[in-house]
T-cell receptor, first 115, second 110 residues
Framework: DAGVTQSPTHLIKTRGQQVTLRCSPKSGHDTVSWYQQALGQGPQFIFQYYEEEERQRGNFPDRFSGHQFPNYSSELNVNALLLGDSALYLC??????????????FGSGTRLTVV | GQSLEQPSEVTAVEGAIVQINCTYQTSGFYGLSWYQQHDGGAPTFLSYNALDGLEETGRFSSFLSRSDSYGYLLLQELQMKDSASYFCAVRDSGTYKYIFGTGTRLKVLA
């Protein structure tokens, strides 16, 4: 059973460009959350998708947008890239209904470098 | 808002026991979670405490005291592979987002 799959694993972009990151959740999971993790820091919540809608959003500008598809996979888009957007972007999936908290299942992330 | 504090780094030797503390400030509380992350890897869920007390999972145990807004992760019989960063996390009150601490880097020495 595959866990959370993210692509690409690494990406280098130039300031001002746009980027799309992709995530396939773990089988049986229908909720996808995106996190940004700067070096040496904890993950910061960007947003969460459920039933193809953005259900919750963190303190990130509108340059960060996303989408969830009917098969529960998700994309994270970042426009007008800034140097400060360089980070590890993590996708986490979870089931909506669970009797016990088993936490998120995270992907290995996409390392984005903006130059 | 909510915040979580952890020590930045802890060092211990193989076979030892180490405790990683987490204190939190929240307006509501849904439980405390712990994650492990190796360099370059994905965070991995370790444990969750919704109620006060100790939860044990093999060599790892997690403790919660809601009255003290405090929890800890206890790692026993340390192995070299336990060298990683450990994060505590709480769910933000009334939302679906989880807030993570800044993490504790554990170094296990031979």
């Amino acid at each position: 059973d595959a866990g959370v799959t993210q692509s690409p694993t690494h990406l280098i972009k130039t300031r001002g460009q746009q980027v799309t990151l992709r995530c396939s959740p773990k089988s049986g999971h229908d909720t996808v959350s995106w996190y940004q993790q700067a070096l040496g820091q904890g993950p910061q919540f960007i947003f969460q998708y459920y039933e193809e809608e953005e259900r919750q959003r963190g303190n990130f500008p509108d340059r960060f947008s996303g989408h969830q598809f009917p098969n529960y996979s998700s994309e994270l888009n970042v426009n007008a890239l800034l140097l400060g957007d360089s980070a590890l972007y993590l996708c986490a999936s979870s089931p909506t209904l669970e009797r016990r908290n088993y936490g998120y299942t995270f992907g290995s992330g996409t390392r984005l470098t903006v130059v | 808002g909510q915040s979580l504090e952890q020590p930045s780094e802890v060092t211990a030797v193989e076979g030892a026991i180490v405790q990683i503390n987490c204190t939190y400030q929240t307006s509501g509380f849904y439980g405390l979670s712990w994650y492990q992350q190796h360099d370059g890897g994905a965070p991995t869920f370790l444990s969750y405490n919704a109620l006060d007390g100790l939860e044990e999972t093999g060599r790892f145990s997690s403790f919660l005291s809601r009255s003290d807004s405090y929890g800890y992760l206890l790692l026993q019989e340390l192995q070299m592979k336990d060298s990683a960063s450990y994060f505590c996390a709480v769910r933000d009150s009334g939302t679906y987002k989880y807030i993570f601490g800044t993490g504790t880097r554990l170094k296990v020495l031979a």
